[in-house]
């Protein structure tokens, strides 16, 4: 992720959400090399309002990024993203981030990730796998 988008700022229900599923030392030192800043949404009442639709990680993201007028939001629940884009976001997803790996050269091949993920819960049909797997120039 930091090579590809150099610094990263998530606000603090990604930072717990993401501490159950990526070791604690990990993303302290993420956050010690500065390329990944944990910061709260300024407009608590817009992420307030949207926590009535979306999850808390969601909705604080989505208002972070409008306030920093960020280039991109990464975003993988569909409600999310259409609301992220009804808003003027620009979204990309887990799998397009692996595919602008592959396409930069940053990984080799997406194929295992893609596994990987699937095996602790990532939710995808198989037409999108194969999709995936087709337009990293891979085999099923």
Same mark, same amino acid.
């Given at each position: 992720?930091?090579?590809?988008?150099?610094?990263?700022?998530?606000?603090?229900?990604?930072?717990?959400?993401?501490?159950?599923?990526?070791?604690?030392?990990?993303? $302290?030192?993420?956050?010690?090399?500065?390329?990944?800043?944990?910061?709260?949404?300024?407009?608590?009442?817009?992420?307030?309002?949207?926590? @009535?639709?979306?999850?808390?990680?969601?909705?604080?993201?989505?208002?972070?990024?409008? @306030?920093?007028?960020?280039?991109?939001?990464?975003?993988? @629940?569909?409600?999310?993203?259409?609301?992220?884009?009804?808003?003027?976001?620009?979204?990309?997803?887990?799998?397009?981030?692996?595919?602008?790996?592959?396409?930069?050269?940053?990984?080799?091949?997406?194929?295992?990730?893609?596994?990987?993920?699937?095996?602790?819960?990532?939710?995808?049909?198989?037409?999108?796998?194969?999709?995936?797997?087709?337009?990293? $120039?891979?085999?099923?």
């Amino acid at each position: 992720m930091r090579k590809l988008f150099g610094a990263i700022i998530i606000p603090p229900s990604v930072r717990n959400e993401i501490k159950d599923s990526v070791s604690l030392a990990a993303l $302290n030192q993420a956050i010690g090399a500065n390329w990944l800043t944990v910061q709260a949404a300024q407009d608590a009442l817009a992420v307030q309002l949207l926590k @009535e639709e979306l999850d808390a990680g969601e909705s604080e993201a989505i208002i972070l990024a409008k @306030e920093l007028l960020a280039d991109l939001v990464l975003i993988d @629940e569909r409600a999310a993203t259409r609301k992220a884009r009804s808003l003027g976001l620009r979204v990309i997803g887990t799998l397009g981030v692996l595919l602008m790996g592959k396409q930069t050269g940053h990984i080799t091949a997406v194929k295992p990730l893609l596994d990987h993920l699937l095996t602790f819960g990532f939710r995808m049909s198989t037409d999108l796998y194969e999709q995936v797997l087709k337009d990293a $120039n891979e085999s099923v």
